[in-house]
């Protein structure tokens, strides 16, 4: 491989889930019907919500705004991994792979913000119910949403700056099916400490912070779920947090396996595989944690699609 420092390369190589070529047809339609079942499911969650008048609240206002994320989060990589399997092509232009990267960033800050936002809203619900309405006003969850928007745009904004200053090797292999953050930066010929400590601390604030504010919230909601009195008014108010606390549960625990693995683990395929579980296991799978263990969602659904 030439290595000589090239700070105007033009593309890197994606190496994908695997080289083998007999394998790519069936990757290819593996990837395309999870791609269309996460659009579809997160597609029907939203426009349910927003045609549903009954569920016109805050938390179905979270949960289609969530939907909307994952369908663009999903649609920043699979649709190129599929049009390089297609191609029998390897390769994204650098614009192409900075684009990528940006948006991965952008919407997986929203998932998480949002997933916060989504926890102070079952903690107000369960923990002030009488003051709920008054908390959670349309001007409030407009707001929210809002600012999570711009926090995780200024982080992207940030990390792509950050990137532009790296020089690469003329040829750049990624073990990945799309550009992901680290594995990029590391692939630079330049000095990357700049680089690597401005992920450590967007991901400390950006991802540890949220963290910290979800278990607040529920570290109180299971105090006040514990002084009431009834066997029913537990599950009740247990079960109005169930599908939250599933899609939380499966979005952090993803993250982690895959950023706690060792070192090395990002220069193989391992790395990409283990990657497939947030960027499309995760999305995937939210539509049918919220419609199979939610009511109100399951009739919203039932009239939305007899219309």
């Not at 997986?108 to 936002?117: E, Y």
């Not at 953050?181 to 991802?207: E, H, I, K, P, W």
């Amino acid at each position: 491989m030439e290595t000589e420092n090239d700070t105007h390369i033009s593309e890197f190589l994606l190496l994908g889930i695997s080289n083998e070529p007999e394998l790519q047809p069936l990757i290819f339609g593996l990837f395309l019907t999870m791609y269309l079942i996460t659009v579809f499911g997160n597609l029907l969650i939203f426009l349910a919500v927003s045609s549903d008048s009954h569920l016109h609240t805050p938390m179905y206002f979270f949960l289609s705004n969530l939907s909307f994320v994952d369908i663009c989060f999903i649609s920043t990589t699979i649709p190129k991994m599929l049009w390089n399997i297609q191609t029998q092509s390897q390769v994204i232009t650098y614009e192409g792979c900075i684009n990528q990267i940006y948006f991965l960033l952008l919407f997986a800050g929203l998932d998480d913000f949002l997933l916060t936002v989504m926890a102070y809203d079952r903690f107000v619900a369960i923990c002030h119910p009488l003051h709920y309405t008054v908390i959670m006003n349309p001007r409030l969850c407009g707001l929210l949403v809002l600012v999570s928007w711009m926090m995780s745009a200024l982080n992207s904004l940030v990390q792509i700056l950050m990137m532009l200053r790296l020089s690469f090797c003329r040829v750049l292999e990624i073990p990945n099916f799309f550009c992901e953050l680290n594995q990029v930066v590391r692939s630079a010929c330049s000095d990357t400490f700049l680089n690597d400590m401005m992920v450590y601390v967007a991901a400390g604030l950006l991802s540890g912070g949220p963290f910290v504010g979800i278990l607040y919230s529920y570290s109180k909601i299971v105090s006040s779920i514990r002084g009431i009195s009834s066997a029913q008014g537990k599950y009740r108010a247990f079960s109005t947090c169930a599908s939250h606390l599933s899609v939380v549960s499966l979005f952090y625990c993803t993250i982690l396996g895959v950023y706690l693995n060792p070192a090395d683990a990002h220069n193989s395929h391992s790395s990409a595989t283990a990657s497939v579980m947030y960027t499309v296991v995760t999305p995937m799978l939210n539509p049918f944690i919220y419609s199979l263990r939610n009511k109100d969602i399951k009739e919203a659904l039932k009239r939305f699609t007899e219309q």
